[in-house]
């Protein structure tokens, strides 16, 4: 077994290509770096030259990538139910907590956007949103977010 070599690397990340996609979204949606969005349509390419969109390999990959983002962000909500209570006399903290009081975990949906996901996470944990609605409104809009990088990975094979 050759540790150095491209073909050992290549085997080993193709024989392990879920479990590579499920740590990276996993640590996408928490505070470390994953970039998932690279790892999936690395991925998906060559199964979508193969396949159709709608086969076992990409909608299995889509589960995967929506599952280990799902519970990256619920780790996240975790980490913010951590946070003290606080009152805060700030105008910014308190439109944003006015907000998220008003919408309440639907705002959940855009917790796949970049940077701000993550924090809208924390808040909700912070904020103590329920938490079986949070949980619904994360993994809707992660599937979303997979399902469109799917729909975007497709005029590549043209």
């Known amino acids: 077994m050759d540790w150095f ?11 392990h290509a879920l479990w590579l996609m499920f740590a990276s979204a996993f640590l996408s949606a928490t505070v470390l770096p994953g970039n998932s969005e690279i790892v ?15 086969s076992a390999d990409i909608l299995g990959l889509v589960f995967i990538a929506t599952l280990g983002n799902g519970l990256g962000s619920l780790t996240t909500y975790a980490i913010g139910r951590w946070f003290p209570k606080f009152e805060s006399k700030n105008d910014r903290t308190l439109w944003v907590m006015e907000k998220f009081q008003r919408y309440g975990s639907v705002v959940l949906l855009l917790s796949w956007l970049p940077v701000v996901g993550d924090l809208f996470c924390a808040i909700a ?23 469109l990088l799917l729909f975007l990975s497709t005029p590549f094979l043209l």
């Open 5 to 15: 070599s491209f073909s050992f690397w290549a085997d080993f990340w193709q024989s």
């Open 40 to 54: 999936f349509m690395t991925l998906t390419i060559p199964k979508l030259t193969l396949n159709s969109a709608i």
């Open 125 to 147: 944990g912070w904020l103590r949103l329920n938490f079986a609605a949070s949980c619904l409104f994360i993994f809707l809009g992660k599937l979303v977010r997979y399902m």
